[in-house]
């Protein structure tokens, strides 16, 4: 039997599938293309390419949502008790993404405050740590000051409000349950890929900072030791983050049973 269903109905079906695959795919690229960009400094490109890579990750998330068709019922009805974000975003892993934003945001405080300029390298304030090492003034880096965290934070202040106010706009509007838990465990993920993503990087650049030369310390060895469990962490985080962009249905009966 011939498929009757026209060709732009099945596109509109799965267009939230393909526009979150394809901003992943577009952030790959632009990830790659920006790693590997001439520069003096080999953390920038990194830097801007982690960036680039988890804010096309959101706009594809936030395009295939706009791009959701609702379902049109013949009579609508109501609950009388109060809809909240809390209620539709992974019970489990929305408290572990805010602790790592928490986590992200004291780091890079901490390495602003605590950042200074190297001397040879103009241009560039911000961007190590300074130490004594032997008796003598030595600089380590890369460092997550404000040379590095600009766009990190930059990132942070629009991809996050931008979230927050489509899982608001999610749970407040039209939709059943399950098609509205979908739709905010697929931001989530979007919002946590950026946040994780984001995380390993200033803890690979605290490790390489701290082990290099081996003039950290003991605060610096106590650093390394708080720092680690947050890494490994965010690549768990990051996995499950990218999974849920992927396909959020996946893990919505895991959602389910925990609700």
């Known amino acids: 039997m011939l498929d009757t269903v026209p060709l732009q109905s099945r596109f509109l079906d ?6 979150r695959w394809s901003g992943l795919a577009t952030g790959i690229v632009a990830a790659q ?8 400094d080999i953390t920038m490109p990194l830097v801007f390419a982690i960036t680039a ?23 609508r ?25 928490a986590s992200l945001g004291s780091m890079l405080v901490i390495g602003a405050v605590t950042a200074s300029s190297d001397p040879y390298q103009i241009g560039r304030a911000g961007h190590v740590i300074t130490v004594t090492c032997d008796g003598m003034r030595t600089y380590l880096g890369p460092w997550p000051g404000l040379y590095y965290s600009g766009p990190m934070l930059a990132a942070l202040a629009v991809g996050t409000p931008v979230c927050v106010w489509a ?22 993920g979007a919002w946590g890929l950026l946040v994780s993503s984001q995380v390993l990087l200033v803890v690979l650049m605290i490790l390489v900072a701290l082990t290099e030369k081996g003039c950290a310390g003991q605060l610096g060895a106590a650093t390394i030791v708080v720092i680690c469990p947050l890494g490994l962490l965010s690549l ?12 959020p249905r996946a893990v919505d009966d895991e959602a389910a049973h925990n609700a």
């Open 33 to 40: 293309q920006l790693a590997t960009m001439e520069s003096g």
């Open 14 to 19: 799965h267009a939230d599938y393909y526009a």
């Open 167 to 188: 899982l608001r706009r999610i749970t407040h509007g039209p939709g059943d349950d399950q098609q509205r838990r979908d739709r905010a465990w697929a931001i989530t």
């Open 236 to 247: 768990f985080t990051f996995g499950w983050s990218l999974l849920t962009v992927i396909a």
């Open 77 to 101: 009805t109501a609950s009388v008790a109060p809809r909240l974000v809390r209620n539709q975003v992974p019970p489990l892993m929305a408290p572990l993404l805010l602790l790592q934003a």
């Open 53 to 75: 890579f988890g804010l096309c990750a959101v706009g594809g998330v936030l395009l295939g949502d706009a791009l959701t068709l609702r379902p049109q019922e013949a009579v």
